[in-house]
C-alpha cells in the first residue's frame, strides 16, 4: 500500500479540522506529500432575471472557497497543495479529485451527530466507502482537539480469507514505514448465555480463530513485530472494549468480499467496528 500522496478532504467545521489533524500525522510519519481538498456545489445556470441571482452565487462559492482555504493553510501550513473541486458529491468529487490527482489515500473526519471520540458516517463517507478505489481513513469526532504526536500501532481486524490476507500484507507494510507495531485481532462475538452446544461451537470457533491469528502472524513476523488477540463480547462494540487501545492507535479493515472489485465496500462487520472505535479507522479497497 502506498502513502506517498496523501488527499485530506477539508470543511470549514470541526469535523474537517478532525480528518486534517490526522491527514498531517500520517503526511508527517510517512513522509507524504499532503493535498488539503475542499468540494464546493456547482452553481446553476437558470435562465432570464435569475441570471443575476447566479452571478452573487458564484460570488459567494468563490468566497466560500477562498476562505476555507485560508483556513486549511492556517491549519496545515505551507507545505501541502491546495485545491478547490466542484461536484455536487462531495464524498464523490473527493473520489474523482483522487483519481485525478492520484492520492494514495482520502482521510476525513466523523460526520455530524456522532458522539465525541467515536466515528459517526454520513452521506460523504458513504459515497467514499462505496466508490473510492484507494483506502479511505475515517478520523473519531473530536480527533483535532488533542491528536496524538504519532502514530505508534496498527491493529488489523482479522479474518482469514484472500481478503483480510491482503489486509494484512497492506498492513505490515505501512507499520514498517511508520515504524511501529502491528497487531492483528479477531473478534468473537456471542450471545450472553449460550447453550451447550453453542459453547462447543463456540470453543471450536475460538481455537480455529488462534490458530488463523498466530499463521497470520508467523507469514509477517520477519518484517516486524506481531501481536496477536482474540477478542470477545456480546456485540462489536464490547469485543472491541475488551483489550487496551493505544493513543496513536489506527484500525484497518478489509473490504466486504461482496463489493465491487478495486472499490472500498463495508460489509456489516467492518460498518460496526467504524461505528464503535475510539480510534481512526482506514478502510482498504477489495482485492482485484
Avoid at 476555507?68 to 478547490?84: N, S
Avoid at 481455537?207 to 463480547?233: H, I, K, W, Y
Avoid at 460498518?271 to 475510539?278: E, H, N, P, Y
Wanted: hydrophobic fraction near 40%.
Amino acid at each position: 500500500m502506498k502513502l506517498d500522496n496523501v488527499l485530506a478532504g477539508f470543511i470549514p467545521e470541526p469535523r474537517g479540522r478532525d480528518g486534517l489533524a490526522l491527514a498531517l500525522l500520517l503526511k508527517e510519519q510517512a513522509g507524504a506529500h499532503l493535498t488539503v481538498a475542499y468540494v464546493q456545489p456547482p452553481a446553476w445556470s437558470p435562465p432570464g432575471p435569475a441570471r443575476a441571482e447566479q452571478s452573487e452565487w458564484r460570488t459567494y462559492l468563490k468566497e466560500q472557497s477562498e476562505a476555507t482555504l485560508t483556513q486549511a493553510r492556517e491549519l496545515a501550513g505551507p507545505d501541502a497543495d491546495y485545491w478547490i473541486h466542484t461536484h455536487r458529491g462531495s464524498g464523490r468529487g473527493l473520489v474523482e479529485l483522487a483519481r485525478k490527482r492520484g492520492g494514495d489515500i482520502v482521510v476525513i473526519g466523523s460526520a455530524v451527530g456522532g458522539r465525541r471520540g467515536r466515528i459517526a458516517v454520513g452521506s460523504t463517507a458513504d459515497q467514499l466507502l462505496h466508490s473510492c478505489s484507494v483506502p479511505v481513513l475515517l478520523a473519531p469526532r473530536g480527533y483535532g482537539d488533542k491528536p496524538p504526536a504519532a502514530f505508534d500501532r496498527l491493529t488489523v481486524a482479522y479474518r482469514r480469507g484472500p481478503g483480510c490476507d491482503a489486509a494484512v500484507k497492506d498492513a505490515a507494510a505501512t507499520a514498517v514505514t511508520l515504524g511501529v507495531p502491528l497487531r492483528l485481532v479477531t473478534l468473537v462475538v456471542h450471545t450472553a448465555r449460550p447453550a451447550k452446544i453453542e459453547k462447543d461451537m463456540l470453543a471450536g470457533l475460538r481455537d480455529q480463530a488462534a490458530a488463523d491469528l498466530r499463521t497470520a502472524a508467523q507469514d509477517q513476523s520477519q518484517r516486524l513485530r506481531v501481536e496477536v488477540e482474540l477478542l470477545e463480547g456480546r456485540n462489536v462494540a464490547q469485543a472491541l472494549g475488551a483489550t487496551s487501545w493505544r493513543p496513536g492507535e489506527m484500525i484497518i479493515c478489509a473490504s466486504s468480499a461482496t463489493g465491487p472489485l478495486r472499490r472500498v465496500f463495508v460489509g456489516d462487520t467492518s460498518l460496526k467496528i467504524v461505528r464503535a472505535s475510539t480510534c481512526p479507522v482506514m478502510i482498504l479497497p477489495r482485492l482485484p
